[in-house]
Structures are given as structure tokens and as C-alpha cells.
């Protein structure tokens, strides 16, 4: 199969990463970006072949579009007509909906819309994928195997999509948030900021490992930490009394929300 992508940004070349990365040959990966010069340099450095984004849809048997969301209607108009028949578009388009895609392109074309996060760049995104009305198991299996390449991927109704952006989509903004206020808390505390960040990013590491690995409930392992009137347990007490947990409640309602205000926006 030839794959394709549009958009050679940071994304678009990090999932060309993960693709080479997990086996996939350089010469059947096709790269098209608007800026000729970025496409040059990324398609001689991995060894793929260039093209413009009509010429590519022509090619490939799978389209990735990861390009901005206010680009993706100039790509489809261009890349529409040329498009392989019963070739399969995969949108990494954040708030572009099926509607949208499926409108903008052939009758019939298979697409897969997906929603991944920032932690595609290190080979450990979290992708959601939703089917459009044309595609079948077979093209979700495909999607499936091209998102696997740079991390874990699920299936879901697109109407599950906005949570799944507050969720995923913008959590590491989320754990990077917290692990900066924690950061800053230890050079308060009298840590040097160097020290102060290693602490907490392997902290963090550790902490996601622990979760993955062992598949305990993370209330459980919150409790293994909190001793009876320990530093914990009176750290928790304090974060309960500012009523933490429902301001990340009402935090990721408002993601929600304005995902759903954007999505009707495309």
C-alpha cells in the first residue's frame, strides 16, 4: 500500500517518523506540503518520495491530511478530484467533522476521522478514530495500523469525539500544567529548578508506567502513597478544601464545549 501525507509540520512528520519507524518501506510513502521548501528537506532526510498534494492522492491508497483545520478545505478541493477510487482519507484535522470531509470530497470516498494528542511527537499519542459512512472495518483496520505506528488507538461514535478532545486531545496540556505548578512549588520550597524538574518529569513518568502497567484503579494507588496523617494525606486534604477536583471537572465540560462550538464552526 502507498501511503500519503499532507502536511509536513511537526505532526506530519512525526507520524512519517513512526511509520518508517515501524517498518513501513521509504518508497511507499509519499510526502506533499504547501511549503516546497520544508517538503525537500523532510522527504531527502527520510528517503520518501515528494509530491504535490494532487499528484500524491493520485498515488496513494491511504491519504493522511494533517494539516491545520483552516487549511483542509483548499486540500480537499485539490486533492478531491485526483483521488485513487475507493481510496481511504484519514483527517488529522482537530474539529473537522465527517460532514465536512465527506461534502468536500467525491460521493462515496471512504473517510476516518481522527483525534490524537501532542505525545504523537515521542511515539506515544493516544488516537481516536471514527468511521464516516462509506468506511468499513477493513479501512479502520488500515487507519488503525498507520495511528498504531506512533501509539495506542481506539475506536469511537464520532459523537464522542469533543469529549475525547478535552480528554486526550488537550490532556498534556493538562499534566504539563500541573507538572509546571509542581515544579514551581519545589523552587519555592528551596529545590533548585534544575532538580525541581527532573524530580517531577520522572516523577510523572514513573507515575503513567505505574497506571499502564499494573492496571490498578488510580484511586488505589493514590491510597498506597497516602499513609494516616501523613505529608500526602494532608497534601490531598489541602487540594480537596480548594476543591480541585471540580475545577478540572468544570475544565474539561468548558474543552467540551468550545470543541463542540468549533466543530460547528467546519
Do not use: W
Amino acid at each position: 500500500m502507498t501511503v500519503a501525507i499532507v502536511g509536513a509540520g511537526r505532526l506530519g512528520e512525526a507520524l512519517l517518523t513512526g511509520l518508517l519507524r515501524s517498518g513501513m518501506d521509504p518508497g511507499r510513502i509519499v510526502v506533499a506540503e504547501k511549503d516546497a521548501a520544508r517538503a525537500a528537506t523532510v522527504a531527502a532526510a527520510r528517503g520518501v518520495r515528494l509530491a504535490s498534494p494532487k499528484d500524491a492522492a493520485a498515488r496513494a491508497e491511504a491519504l493522511l491530511i494533517v494539516v491545520k483545520p483552516q487549511d483542509v478545505g483548499a486540500v480537499l478541493a485539490e486533492v478531491g478530484p485526483a483521488l485513487l477510487p475507493g481510496g481511504l482519507v484519514v483527517s488529522l484535522a482537530a474539529g473537522v467533522t465527517l460532514r465536512f470531509l465527506e461534502a468536500n470530497l467525491p460521493a462515496g470516498t471512504p473517510v476516518v476521522r481522527v483525534m490524537t494528542n501532542t505525545p504523537l511527537l515521542v511515539g506515544e499519542a493516544m488516537s481516536a478514530l471514527s468511521a464516516g459512512r462509506h468506511a468499513d472495518d477493513g479501512h479502520l483496520a488500515t487507519a488503525e495500523e498507520l495511528l498504531g505506528a506512533v501509539g495506542r488507538v481506539v475506536r469511537v461514535p464520532e459523537a464522542q469525539l469533543d469529549a475525547v478532545t478535552a480528554l486526550s486531545g488537550s490532556g498534556p496540556a493538562y499534566f504539563c500544567y500541573l507538572v509546571d505548578a509542581m515544579i514551581e512549588a519545589g523552587v519555592l520550597l528551596g529545590v533548585p529548578r534544575a532538580l525541581a524538574t527532573e524530580l517531577m518529569v520522572q516523577t510523572a513518568l514513573g507515575s503513567a508506567r505505574m497506571l499502564r502497567e499494573t492496571g490498578e484503579h488510580p484511586a488505589l494507588l493514590r491510597e498506597a502513597v497516602t499513609s494516616p496523617g501523613g505529608t500526602t494525606a494532608v497534601a490531598l486534604r489541602e487540594l480537596d478544601r480548594r476543591a480541585v477536583r471540580g475545577a478540572i471537572l468544570d475544565a474539561l465540560a468548558a474543552a467540551r464545549d468550545r470543541s463542540v462550538e468549533l466543530g460547528r464552526q467546519s
